[in-house]
Structure formats: C-alpha cells, structure tokens
C-alpha cells in the first residue's frame, strides 16, 4: 500500500471516529455522487487546488459543492483540513474509504440493477425488496439500461451478481454445446 493511500485511510478512519454517530444514509450518497462528480470532472478539483485562490474562497466553493446535496457539516470539516494540510489531492480516495466503512458499519449493499428496457419505480421497488430480504441490508441502488440483456434484469452488489435473462438463458444453452463438442455431421 503506497503512501498516499495510507494516508488517505487514516483520515477517512478519524472522520469517521469523530462523525461518525451523526452521519445518515443520505450523508453517504452524497459523498458518493460528490466522489463521482469529481472522478469524471478532474478540472474541478484542479481548479480548486489552484494556488491564485486564497483558503476561504476555496473553501466557500467546497461549501457550495458539498452543499449541492444537503451534506452536513461534517463533510465542510473533513474538506477544510484537507485543504489547510495542502492535501487536497486525498479527498476522493478518502471519500471512497469513507463510503466504504460506513456502508460496511450500517449493512448497506450497494447495487446496479441492469435492464432491457425501463422500469417504473414498482417494479425497482419490488427488486430493491428481493435485494434486501436476500442480503438484509439497506439497497442503494443505480438503474442501467442494457440492451445486450435482450429481455430480463441483472443485479450486480457489492458482494453478489444476480441475472435473470435472455442472454444468460443463451449463455447456458452455448455452454453445453461447446463442452461436449458438438458438431454437425
């Protein structure tokens, strides 16, 4: 394990020694959508590390981002040390690690349900039920459209995969013909 890493766990590990208690589900899906924002938006953390910006302007931008999606306190607190120890550079493996213990501390499986076509929110409401009673653990999930699905659903966890589909059903048909050589006289 490199440094930086190291040094990112230890202080995910002492925001959630500290904050922890206080944190909610919602505290989390936050930091996830705000750990994916800046994983697909790079300018944005570069534009923040910007040396022209002065601590509280960087700081009150930080606020404004964290604030996008009713984070609490905690999140200001965590990104203001981070910028106070010139290590900014930390805050998306630390939001990841941080996600990462928390789910694991509240029983959260974290899931992408894969369809063929949409699915009104009965029928991801009724999946979110099949997940939890098999896991018995809260569901956050994402919906993915997946065309090469053909017709069914696939559900991939944190710590399952689950598929009910025409192209496993195909799949399965393939796997026989190939292993016991068939060929056409």
């Known amino acids: 394990m490199d440094s930086a890493t190291l040094l990112a766990r230890r202080y995910a590990a002492a925001f959630l020694a500290i904050f922890e208690r206080s944190l909610v589900l919602d505290d989390i899906i936050c930091c996830r959508s705000i750990a994916t924002f800046l994983e697909n938006n790079p300018a944005a953390l570069l534009a923040i590390k910007m040396p022209a910006l002065d ?8 606020k404004k981002l964290f604030s996008s999606c009713s984070a609490t306190d905690a999140w200001v607190h965590l990104v203001t040390l981070l910028l106070r120890d ?9 939001l990841a690690y941080i996600q990462e213990q928390f789910e694991e501390h509240i029983q959260v499986e974290e899931c992408t349900i894969f369809s063929a076509e ?9 999946i979110v039920a099949f997940i939890a009673a098999k896991t018995k653990k809260k ?6 459209l997946d065309q090469g699905l053909i017709a069914g659903i696939a559900i ?3 710590s399952f995969f689950w598929e009910h589909s025409v192209r496993r059903q ?8 190939t292993l016991e050589g068939y060929y056409e006289r």
């Open 55 to 62: 601590l509280p302007t960087k700081q009150d931008l930080l």
């Open 86 to 94: 010139h290590r900014l550079h930390l805050l998306i493996p630390v």
């Open 118 to 126: 949409h699915l009104s929110e009965k029928q991801l409401n009724t």
């Open 139 to 144: 569901v956050i999930y994402t919906h993915v």
């Open 156 to 158: 991939k966890g944190t």
């Open 170 to 177: 195909l799949r399965r048909l393939q796997k026989p013909l």
